[in-house]
């Protein structure tokens, strides 16, 4: 493991109390959890308390520590702490479980739905310069796309997953069913098309639905506005000007990861009770396209999370977009919304404010984060071997606490 960074005390207490809060709520998968939020409308949580600690460096070793084929979750993590109260960079792990080798510390990795805040943020970018209306209905820039018995989805419906669009048909939720299809090449307007035949889930601005379905129509959209692929508008707009070198998408038909990078397992039961580390780092993503297909690095999100927080990428008269939680339910839980345009809210028991967005493809787990005041950020790439399973991986987890632990 190498690591980086000042040593503090965690309290032992406070680490029970973020680890009981972030269980309580999972997006989609294994994403970063969030205790249920007061009223997106309460003005004491518009800013985030200021993190005034440093990183606690004795904590995020210990979280990452002894990674490898024989660790029981995660082969590898990769994890970068910033802010104005100090930095941490640490890596655990292996490569490549064939020849031990380290992780490769500034590797690259898939970043799977950390992709839908790229993606939110070019939808703002363009209703700044006012070629979209987030109050329009859908399908003033896309004809025949949202039909008429669904009502008057907006764009700004799509970015905080309150459309009711139901998700796109696939080769099923089990991991064995993906893997028969993990080349499979899957064009986005088909994908549309096929969801929106069906009935809508609910009423539009009624529910939250944390679905890809939303980021597949906000990309088809970004291209029918732009005038170009929805992958190199993205990077016109975000990757060339902050110098996001190392973040790409991977293209419709291409199923590896360029450049040094940290291979991905999935962990396979055995009839004789072992398991079988499948490396799955070859797929094709396709068919998350705008919703989450994106390959980066640690440092270029890094770099991105602080530009956007700071009004550099979107202006801020529209960035609030991505700070406001409609004030809807789950459509699945009952529980109060917090996913928002591209990002999501996270509330700690200390009262720590933090906003972020996760992502899960097989063999990695990513997520970006940070306090509105950009006292604490956080960027970690986990390789995890249940990637896209319902908990939370158990790394994930003491990476996030340990991060944002004061």
């Known amino acids: 493991m190498t690591s980086q960074g000042e040593h ?69 993590a990769l994890v970068r702490v910033g802010g104005t109260a100090g930095r941490w960079q640490g890596s655990s792990g292996v490569a490549d479980i064939r020849t031990g080798r380290d992780a490769v510390e500034q590797g690259r990795f898939r970043a799977g739905s950390v992709t839908k805040a790229f993606t939110a943020a ?38 905080n997953h309150t459309s009711g669009i139901p998700a796109a048909d696939g080769p099923g939720d089990s991991f064995e069913a993906q893997w028969e299809h ?7 307007r088909t994908q549309v098309a096929n969801a929106v035949a069906k009935d809508r889930e609910f009423a539009p601005g009624t529910a939250q639905h944390y679905l890809n379905i939303n980021y597949t129509v906000l990309g088809v959209l970004i291209e029918k506005v732009t ?30 990861i360029q450049g040094p990078h940290n291979r991905g397992y999935q962990a396979i039961p055995k009839a004789d009770g072992s398991r079988e580390l499948r490396d799955v780092t070859e797929w094709n993503s396709s068919d998350r396209w705008a919703a989450g297909d994106i390959i980066s690095t640690t440092a270029d ?65 990513t997520a970006i984060g940070a306090t509105r005041d950009l006292s604490r950020t956080l960027v970690y790439s986990v390789n995890a071997t249940d990637a896209k399973g319902q908990d939370m991986n158990p790394v994930a987890l003491g990476v996030i606490m340990a991060a944002f632990t004061k």
């Not at 406070?14 to 997106?40: D, E, M, W």
């Not at 800013?47 to 990452?64: C, D, F, T, W």
């Not at 970018?125 to 669904?150: I, K, W």
């Not at 993990?182 to 986005?188: A, K, L, N, Q, S």
């Open 227 to 256: 005038g170009m692929r929805y992958e190199d508008a993205v990077g016109a707009r975000i990757l060339k000007p902050l110098g996001l070198h190392r973040t790409s998408f991977p293209g419709r038909t291409e199923t590896r």
């Open 122 to 159: 070019v939808v703002l970018q363009l209703a700044a310069e006012g070629r979209v209306d987030l109050d329009g209905p859908v399908r003033h820039h896309l004809p025949g796309t949202v039909p008429d018995r669904y009502g008057a989805v907006t764009v700004r419906q799509l970015l």
């Open 8 to 76: 503090t005390t965690m309290n032992a207490r406070t680490r029970t109390l973020i680890a009981a809060a972030l269980v309580l709520g999972i997006a989609s998968g294994p994403a970063v959890a969030h205790a249920a939020p007061a009223p997106a409308s309460a003005p004491s949580e518009r800013i985030a308390p200021l993190v005034s600690a440093p990183p606690n460096a004795a904590a995020l070793e210990a979280a990452i520590a002894g990674l490898g084929p024989q660790h029981e979750d995660a082969t590898a």
């Open 301 to 365: 999100l890094e770099r991105f999370t602080v530009a956007l927080f700071s009004g550099r990428v979107v202006p801020k008269n529209r960035l609030e977009e991505m700070f406001t939680v409609p004030d809807v339910k789950d459509f699945a839980s009952g529980k109060p919304a917090v996913m928002t345009a591209g990002l999501s809210r996270i509330v700690l028991p200390d009262g720590t404010v933090a906003w972020g967005k996760s992502g899960g493809r097989h063999g990695y787990n």
């Open 182 to 188: 993990r080349f499979d090449v899957t064009d986005p």
